[in-house]
């Protein structure tokens, strides 16, 4: 994309955000004020109501019902979703709570003590408890902790913008180590920069306790069949079924 469809795409960015934005504090229902002030990822569930609203009217006009408000939307992977059907579903916590308890069985999760404990729309939030099995010969954490927790992070703030069961993996990673540790809690927040039908980008960040950034990374994830599916790891795994991912 050159500079001209950059700059045409930033405009168009930034027109149908303040629309948004008008139009959602015009509104007497709160319900989606209240969702963009609680989610840690705004400017992307921003987007995602962008998104939402481009799809269903196609001369770019901003138009929510009451019902429709509340509905965070769901991205598509390799399908089209109708609109109805997007407004008409939201991410079913039930689904949420049962999927973190099947991936923090994942051995490799296991091995090095990594739990996620949030997914939300384009964001993901996971804790290390730093041991010294996660030290290299030098005392200091090892690079290669780094750099699984931001590649984790990356992919699961994807799995909420994306349509049941499906099949994503990661094809890129590149890691900025910032700072060293050496004990305590590394804190890792994943969020998608942009969400396709075929590539999603997503970065993560990782810091201490105290809030000082440690690492920063960014991810490519392609959207695929056959691979990595929730279906899979539950085979895998030998665990129940998930509620499903969505609800009305």
Same mark, same amino acid.
């Given at each position: 994309?050159?500079?001209?469809?950059?700059?045409? &795409? #930033?405009?168009?960015?930034? &027109? @149908?955000? !303040?629309?948004?934005?008008?139009?959602?504090?015009?509104?007497? =229902?709160?319900?989606?004020?209240?969702?963009?002030?609680?989610?840690? @990822?705004?400017?992307?569930?921003?987007?995602?109501?962008?998104?939402?609203?481009? #799809?269903?009217?196609? =001369?770019? /006009?901003?138009?929510?019902? /009451?019902?429709?408000?509340?509905? *965070?939307?769901?991205?598509?992977?390799?399908?089209?979703? *109708?609109?109805?059907?997007?407004?008409? $579903?939201?991410?079913? *916590?039930?689904?949420?709570?049962?999927?973190?308890?099947?991936?923090?069985?994942?051995?490799?999760?296991?091995?090095? !003590?990594?739990?996620?404990?949030?997914?939300?729309?384009?964001? !993901?939030?996971?804790?290390?408890?730093?041991?010294?099995?996660?030290?290299?010969?030098?005392?200091?954490?090892?690079?290669?902790?780094? /750099?699984?927790?931001?590649?984790? +992070?990356?992919?699961?703030?994807?799995?909420?913008?994306? #349509?049941?069961?499906? =099949?994503?993996?990661?094809?890129?990673? &590149?890691?900025?180590?910032?700072?060293?540790?050496?004990?305590?809690?590394?804190?890792?927040?994943?969020? $998608?920069?942009?969400?396709?039908?075929?590539?999603?980008?997503?970065? +993560? $960040?990782? &810091?201490?306790?105290?809030?000082?950034?440690? #690492?920063?990374?960014?991810?490519?994830?392609?959207?695929?069949?056959?691979?990595? /599916?929730? !279906?899979? +790891?539950?085979? +895998?795994?030998?665990?129940?079924?998930?509620?499903?991912?969505?609800?009305?």
């Amino acid at each position: 994309m050159g500079r001209t469809s950059n700059e045409a &795409k #930033a405009r168009w960015d930034k &027109k @149908n955000t !303040s629309r948004i934005m008008l139009k959602l504090n015009n509104n007497t =229902d709160q319900d989606v004020l209240t969702r963009l002030n609680e989610t840690p @990822n705004k400017q992307g569930y921003i987007k995602s109501l962008i998104r939402q609203d481009t #799809a269903t009217q196609g =001369d770019g /006009s901003v138009v929510f019902s /009451s019902t429709q408000q509340n509905r *965070p939307p769901v991205f598509l992977g390799e399908r089209e979703m *109708p609109a109805s059907e997007v407004y008409m $579903t939201r991410i079913n *916590p039930e689904h949420i709570e049962a999927l973190l308890g099947l991936i923090n069985r994942g051995p490799f999760f296991e091995l090095l !003590s990594m739990k996620v404990r949030e997914l939300d729309i384009g964001y !993901s939030k996971i804790e290390i408890d730093l041991e010294r099995k996660h030290q290299n010969p030098f005392g200091w954490i090892h690079g290669g902790v780094y /750099s699984s927790a931001i590649d984790t +992070a990356a992919y699961w703030a994807a799995y909420c913008e994306l #349509a049941e069961d499906t =099949d994503f993996i990661t094809i890129d990673i &590149k890691v900025d180590n910032l700072s060293p540790l050496k004990e305590g809690k590394m804190i890792i927040e994943g969020r $998608t920069l942009k969400t396709g039908h075929r590539v999603c980008l997503s970065e +993560a $960040t990782i &810091k201490d306790t105290e809030g000082k950034l440690l #690492a920063h990374g960014t991810s490519k994830l392609l959207i695929v069949r056959g691979l990595q /599916s929730i !279906s899979q +790891a539950i085979d +895998a795994m030998g665990y129940h079924a998930l509620p499903p991912k969505f609800v009305m």
